[in-house]
C-alpha cells in the first residue's frame, strides 16, 4: 500500500479519528489536547506528496484526548453531525463541527464555540466512547 496524502497538525499522538456520516469532515484527536477538522474532499484529489492541513481546530479539553466517536444517523440530513471527545480531564464534550466551507481556515472566526455540551462524567481518564445509533421517538 502507498499513502494516499499525509494530514499534519497534530504535535503529539494521534489517539482516534471519525468520520461524518453527513458532511466531508474526518476528525482526528490527539494528546496534544486539540480536536482537528479535515475536509474529506481534499483527501479526495491528493496525491502522495500533498500535505493537507485541517480547516479548524477544537482547543476546548484542557488535557490530553484519547476518545472519540459521532452519531451516525443514516437517512436523516437534518440532524446535525455530532462528534463526542474524552480524555485524561474526565469530561466529554459535544461538538457540532462546522462545515468546511463555512469557515476561514486563514482567517479570524470571530468567537465560534462549536463545542453544544460538557458533561462532567468521570474523575479518572476516559479512555474509549461509542455512540448508540438508536433514534428515540418521542412520541413513544
Not at 104 to 124: E, Y
Amino acid at each position: 500500500m502507498n499513502p494516499k496524502c499525509s494530514l499534519r497538525s497534530h504535535v503529539d499522538g494521534v489517539r482516534d479519528i471519525a468520520f461524518s456520516y453527513s458532511d466531508p469532515i474526518l476528525a482526528s484527536i490527539s494528546e496534544d489536547c486539540m480536536v482537528a477538522l479535515w475536509d474529506t474532499r481534499k483527501i479526495q484529489t491528493a496525491t502522495e506528496s500533498t500535505h493537507i492541513d485541517p480547516y479548524y481546530i477544537l482547543r476546548h479539553h484542557a488535557g490530553p484526548l484519547f476518545a472519540l466517536t459521532g452519531n451516525q444517523t443514516v437517512g436523516n440530513s437534518s440532524k446535525p453531525s455530532l462528534f463526542y471527545t474524552g480524555g485524561s480531564e474526565g469530561q466529554i464534550r459535544a461538538w457540532n463541527p462546522p462545515h468546511p466551507d463555512s469557515v476561514n481556515a486563514s482567517g479570524p472566526c470571530g468567537d465560534l464555540n462549536f463545542c453544544v455540551g460538557l458533561w462532567n462524567a468521570h474523575s479518572d481518564v476516559i479512555w474509549d466512547l461509542k455512540h448508540h445509533p438508536l433514534e428515540v421517538n418521542a412520541s413513544n
